[in-house]
């Protein structure tokens, strides 16, 4: 069974940036699609990025230019870079896996961009 595990949230001014780290646990990280979504108050949660198992990146139009996913399958990681953050940022981001069924989540990492 997989379980996620993620890092690096926090709280910055806007234009700032920070980077999140989702550490994997066992071995079919590396054939696993995996997406950061987030989760802002009293809004649904909205997927902000994915991965293939490959590499190949796709990202939501809010966050295109300033976000960027990269995973490391032999470290069993994925990351989410995100520059010049905007308060509408807020949010608790989670890692995610794409194609298992259930989905797998992390417990949710907080960030909060002060304006």
């Known amino acids: 069974q997989v379980q996620l595990v993620e890092s690096g949230g926090g709280l910055v001014q806007a234009g700032g940036s920070l980077r999140l780290s989702c550490a994997a646990s066992?071995?079919?990280?590396?054939?696993?699609?995996m997406g950061w979504s987030r989760q802002a108050p009293g809004k649904q949660r909205d997927l902000v990025a994915r991965?293939?198992?490959?590499?190949?990146?796709n990202y939501a139009d809010s966050v295109k230019g300033r976000f960027t996913i990269s995973r490391d399958n032999a470290k069993n990681t994925v990351n989410l870079q995100m520059n010049n953050l905007k308060p509408d940022d807020t949010a608790v981001y989670y890692c995610?896996?794409?194609?298992?069924?259930?989905?797998?989540w992390g417990q949710g990492t907080q960030v909060t961009v002060s304006s």
């Open positions: 066992g071995s079919i990280f590396s054939i696993l699609s």
């Open positions: 991965m293939t198992p490959g590499g190949i990146p």
């Open positions: 995610h896996t794409i194609n298992t069924s259930p989905a797998i």
